[in-house]
Structure formats: structure tokens, C-alpha cells
């Protein structure tokens, strides 16, 4: 673990339970400046005490950490830094009667997909779902999207040997990390990107503060737009090729318009493929979706799956999730019959 991966880990909220154990597999001793810890520390407080503390507790009650895991070193020989140990004493004193944030709470997480790809969501962690909606918070489905849009050669499904550029509109879209995974690994070969959910008062505060966080319109970017898009209702985009979604077939109810939208964006001739990611809650559910996309003359293969693929679920279990999948998932390639 390098130093940039720790704070990363911190960023992410990684339970401290979990940050010991890597500490303590950790091959070799993690150099921390004293300067960056504490004002990342500082960070991290700002956006969630309760969780800032918990982790300063960790190092206190777990000596071996500064000892063995890490070691503190001041920029400036010369010049001597705090005292590390009375940092974190006086740090723990002063967030002693911190408790646990509010269910409702908004606070910035970073998604460390690799070294260079790290995505900052404002969201909702521990909220469910509000207003009528599910967008608040990141699900795993859209982890497990943005993990595949990271490691498959995605050109070469959307277009085979045709390498020209994508014009990508995501549905259901919510915080927007796949759009955002997209966007940074591909944003070369990305001419045209919608980026859509069914809230319009989502998509005008949460989605775009979530792309304003991630520099996403900065110099030679590709036209990006957010907007709303109500299946069965709105006009899908045109010259769209590649369409993607996480997270969007729980629900049976929704089946009808969700397919229909699907077949609506299969029909334009430009677009080929639908790529879904499933949590799969219900294999009866799962089968009803498959049955109303036959309806309007779609079907749908498992590209991958946490079923199969332990590499991918090791990784989503160790990087981006730091505790089991409540379910299997699967990335679904949609297509015409």
C-alpha cells in the first residue's frame, strides 16, 4: 500500500476493521508525511466526524500501527513536526462526543476504480431511497458497471474492428459514477454522452454537482448532457450507440418501460448494444424481465457475473465494497432478436 491508496482508503470510508487487516498484510511499511495526514485527517473530519474518529481510535488502540504499518516523516529534517501520538490524543479528545451521522447526511466519497480513475460522489450513503427515488446513494450494481467499463475492451463489444467514437446515453443514470467511470477511461473515444434519469430535480442538483466534482466539462471533453429521460414518455437520443444502465431491473413494475425504451434505442441503426447491470434480488424477477424483453423483440446474454467471475468479485470486495455482495451480479448485453 502506497501512501496515495491509504488516503484513497480514508476518502472512501473504508471501516477500519477492514484498513487493519490491510495494514497488517501489508508487505511493506507505509511512509506518511505528517503534514498530508493531518490535513487529510482534517478532510476527512469535515465531510464525516463520526467516521474520523473511528479511525483515530483504531490507531490509538492498535500500537503495532505506527510501529510497524506506518511511519510518520516530516518533510523538513531540520524542522521538527508535531508529535503524531499528541495529534491524534487531542484529535480523539475533541471528537469524543461525535455519534453517528444522520441517515439523511450528504457527504463526498471517493470510488478508487485504479491509480489514474477515481470518481468523488456526493451522496447518501446510508439512505435507501427518498422522494420516490433510489439516486441518493451508489448501489453495487453500478460499482460492479464501472468495474467492468474499467477492465473489458469495450470498443471492440460496442463496435467490433470499427473503432469509431461512442455516443453513450445512460439510463436511470442516479449519481452518474458509470457515466463518470466511462467518461475517464474512454473520453478520447467518447463524441457524445447523455446522461439521464427519470428526476428532473435530481438530475439539476446531485448528477451535476457530481460531474462539477469531477471536472467533467473541463477543456476538450466531449459534449456532455444531463437531462431527464421518463421511459415510455421522452424522446430517447438520437445517433445514440451504446447504452448503459445499473441497477434498473429490481423492480418488475417498471419492466414494460424499461424494455420499451431499450427496443426504442435498439431500433435507431446506429445502436447496436445495451449493456445492464443486475443485482440479481430474485431470480423470478430476473426471468420476468427476460420475458418482457422478448416482448418487444429484444433478448438479452450474461456477458460476466460475480457467479463466475472471483476475480471481479475479489475486487469488488476489496476495493470498492470492503464487505461481501448481498447478492450476485451480472452484466447483461442486450441486443435485437
Same mark, same amino acid.
Given at each position: 500500500?502506497?501512501?496515495?491508496?491509504?488516503?484513497?482508503?480514508?476518502?472512501?470510508?473504508?471501516?477500519?476493521?477492514?484498513?487493519?487487516?490491510?495494514? %497488517?498484510?501489508? +508487505?511493506?511499511?507505509?511512509?506518511?508525511?505528517?503534514?498530508?495526514?493531518?490535513?487529510?485527517?482534517?478532510?476527512? @473530519?469535515?465531510?464525516? &466526524?463520526?467516521?474520523?474518529?473511528?479511525?483515530?481510535?483504531?490507531?490509538?488502540?492498535?500500537?503495532?500501527?505506527?510501529?510497524?504499518?506506518?511511519?510518520?516523516?516530516?518533510?523538513?529534517?531540520?524542522?521538527?513536526?508535531?508529535?503524531?501520538?499528541?495529534?491524534?490524543? $487531542?484529535?480523539?479528545?475533541?471528537?469524543?462526543?461525535?455519534?453517528?451521522?444522520?441517515?439523511?447526511?450528504?457527504?463526498?466519497?471517493?470510488?478508487?476504480?485504479?491509480?489514474?480513475?477515481?470518481?468523488? #460522489? +456526493?451522496?447518501?450513503?446510508?439512505? #435507501?431511497?427518498?422522494?420516490?427515488?433510489?439516486?441518493?446513494?451508489?448501489?453495487?450494481?453500478?460499482?460492479?458497471?464501472?468495474?467492468?467499463?474499467?477492465? $473489458?475492451?469495450?470498443?471492440?463489444?460496442?463496435?467490433?474492428?470499427?473503432?469509431?467514437? =461512442?455516443?453513450?446515453?445512460?439510463?436511470?443514470?442516479?449519481?452518474?459514477?458509470?457515466? =463518470?467511470?466511462?467518461?475517464?477511461?474512454?473520453?478520447?473515444?467518447?463524441?457524445?454522452?447523455?446522461?439521464?434519469?427519470?428526476?428532473?430535480?435530481?438530475?439539476?442538483?446531485?448528477?451535476?454537482?457530481?460531474?462539477?466534482?469531477?471536472?467533467?466539462?473541463?477543456?476538450?471533453?466531449?459534449?456532455?448532457?444531463? @437531462?431527464? =429521460?421518463?421511459?415510455?414518455?421522452?424522446?430517447?437520443?438520437?445517433?445514440?450507440?451504446?447504452?448503459?444502465?445499473?441497477?434498473?431491473?429490481?423492480?418488475?413494475? #417498471?419492466?414494460?418501460? =424499461?424494455?420499451?425504451?431499450?427496443?426504442?434505442?435498439?431500433?435507431?441503426?446506429?445502436?447496436?448494444?445495451?449493456?445492464?447491470? &443486475?443485482?440479481?434480488?430474485?431470480?423470478?424477477?430476473?426471468? %420476468?424481465?427476460? @420475458?418482457?424483453?422478448?416482448?418487444?423483440?429484444?433478448?438479452?446474454?450474461?456477458?460476466?457475473?460475480?457467479?463466475?467471475?472471483?476475480?471481479?468479485?475479489?475486487?469488488? +470486495? $476489496?476495493?470498492?465494497?470492503?464487505?461481501?455482495?448481498?447478492?450476485?451480479?451480472? #452484466?447483461?448485453?442486450?441486443?435485437?432478436?
Amino acid at each position: 500500500m502506497d501512501e496515495d491508496l491509504f488516503y484513497d482508503r480514508l476518502h472512501q470510508r473504508c471501516p477500519r476493521e477492514y484498513l487493519l487487516k490491510e495494514l %497488517e498484510t501489508n +508487505e511493506h511499511t507505509v511512509i506518511l508525511s505528517v503534514s498530508r495526514f493531518i490535513n487529510e485527517m482534517e478532510l476527512v @473530519q469535515a465531510a464525516n &466526524a463520526y467516521y474520523c474518529k473511528t479511525i483515530i481510535k483504531a490507531l490509538l488502540d492498535n500500537d503495532w500501527i505506527l510501529s510497524e504499518a506506518l511511519t510518520m516523516a516530516n518533510e523538513d529534517e531540520d524542522e521538527d513536526g508535531p508529535e503524531i501520538s499528541d495529534y491524534l490524543y $487531542e484529535k480523539y479528545i475533541e471528537l469524543l462526543s461525535t455519534g453517528k451521522p444522520d441517515p439523511t447526511m450528504k457527504e463526498i466519497i471517493r470510488y478508487r476504480f485504479d491509480e489514474n480513475v477515481k470518481i468523488n #460522489i +456526493e451522496e447518501t450513503p446510508n439512505l #435507501i431511497s427518498a422522494a420516490s427515488t433510489t439516486g441518493f446513494r451508489t448501489w453495487e450494481a453500478a460499482l460492479y458497471m464501472g468495474d467492468f467499463l474499467m477492465h $473489458e475492451p469495450l470498443l471492440e463489444l460496442v463496435h467490433g474492428d470499427d473503432k469509431k467514437k =461512442l455516443n453513450v446515453l445512460e439510463i436511470g443514470a442516479g449519481t452518474g459514477i458509470v457515466s =463518470l467511470v466511462l467518461l475517464h477511461k474512454y473520453r478520447e473515444y467518447v463524441s457524445k454522452m447523455y446522461v439521464t434519469d427519470g428526476d428532473s430535480d435530481l438530475v439539476e442538483t446531485q448528477l451535476r454537482r457530481n460531474f462539477e466534482l469531477n471536472d467533467a466539462w473541463r477543456e476538450q471533453s466531449p459534449d456532455i448532457r444531463l @437531462q431527464r =429521460l421518463w421511459w415510455g414518455s421522452d424522446r430517447v437520443p438520437d445517433e445514440v450507440n451504446l447504452v448503459v444502465a445499473a441497477d434498473v431491473t429490481y423492480d418488475s413494475t #417498471i419492466f414494460p418501460e =424499461l424494455c420499451q425504451c431499450l427496443a426504442e434505442c435498439l431500433a435507431m441503426s446506429h445502436c447496436k448494444v445495451c449493456l445492464l447491470s &443486475a443485482t440479481i434480488r430474485s431470480y423470478s424477477t430476473d426471468k %420476468e424481465f427476460a @420475458q418482457e424483453c422478448h416482448k418487444v423483440g429484444l433478448k438479452y446474454s450474461v456477458v460476466t457475473s460475480t457467479e463466475y467471475d472471483r476475480n471481479s468479485e475479489a475486487r469488488m +470486495e $476489496e476495493s470498492l465494497l470492503f464487505k461481501p455482495l448481498i447478492a450476485p451480479i451480472r #452484466i447483461y448485453k442486450v441486443v435485437r432478436l
